[in-house]
């Protein structure tokens, strides 16, 4: 590409920060301040594409576009759908306890929805990304332990694949990145649809501190 092309992610998530860190893209972050607690449904899916795009659309409207610059927002939010429920965040310790001792032992599957804009085109393309996960039969004295280090409070489910909660995790049928908040193959679709390749993101050095080329 000959304009410059930004991503900011809408989103105070480290992990899903991480995951792009990881791919070769460095976002900006802007946190959307969305309240969650004002969309409503009874669909995992509508709801977490719901809230997605509302958090990327909250952002957009704090940038100021420059027209020498290509910027992509992307907002994503993730949802657990279990035995009937949609479940975000847990709401303290003694509600992370209660989902454990329900979810060991048994699936659930992580809806994480997708919103990207193209702020300067004011285009959009958005999706669902979903995986099914298997939780370990794990005992009482392991859910305290986990509960006990607040990591289950800060995340949709009240789980990780990539921290501490991996080691409950007996498989997952689907995108592991959908898990962490943030489905690579699924962005890169989505930046298809905008008219770019996923490689237009990449930094000009990885992670490991190798230089690479910008293939876009």
């Known amino acids: 590409m000959s304009t410059p092309l930004?991503?900011?992610?809408a989103s105070q998530?480290?992990?899903?920060?991480?995951?792009?860190?990881?791919a070769g893209i460095e976002p900006d972050v802007l946190v959307s301040g969305v309240d969650e607690s004002q969309v409503v449904s009874d669909r995992a899916e509508e709801l977490c594409l719901e809230l997605a795009r509302l958090k990327a659309q909250a952002v957009l409207g704090r940038l100021r576009p420059d027209p020498d610059e290509r910027t992509?927002?992307?907002?994503?939010?993730?949802?657990?759908?279990?035995?009937?429920e949609i479940l975000g965040k847990p709401a303290d310790a003694a509600d992370a306890t209660r989902r454990w001792q329900r979810m060991r032992g048994r699936s659930g599957v992580l809806h994480t929805g997708h919103c990207l804009l193209d702020v300067v085109h004011e285009s959009r393309a958005e999706a669902v990304a979903s995986?099914?996960?298997?939780?370990?039969?794990?005992?009482?004295?392991?859910?305290?332990?986990y509960v006990?280090?607040?990591?289950p409070l800060a995340v949709a489910g009240a789980f990780t694949i990539d921290?501490?909660?991996?080691?409950?995790?007996?498989?997952?049928?689907g995108d592991p990145g959908t898990v962490v908040g943030l489905s690579l193959p699924l962005l890169r679709g989505l930046v298809a649809?905008?008219?770019?390749?996923?490689?237009?993101?990449?930094?000009?050095v990885a992670p490991g501190g190798q230089e690479i080329e910008n293939l876009g």
Do not use: M, Y
């Open 6 to 9: 930004r991503l900011v992610l």
């Open 13 to 22: 998530s480290p992990a899903r920060r991480k995951l792009l860190q990881a």
């Open 72 to 84: 992509l927002v992307l907002g994503c939010d993730s949802v657990l759908a279990f035995d009937g």
């Open 131 to 145: 995986t099914t996960v298997h939780f370990a039969d794990i005992s009482d004295a392991e859910i305290a332990a």
């Open 148 to 151: 006990a280090t607040g990591e």
């Open 163 to 173: 921290g501490l909660g991996g080691a409950f995790l007996t498989g997952i049928e």
């Open 193 to 204: 649809e905008l008219g770019l390749n996923i490689t237009d993101l990449w930094t000009k």
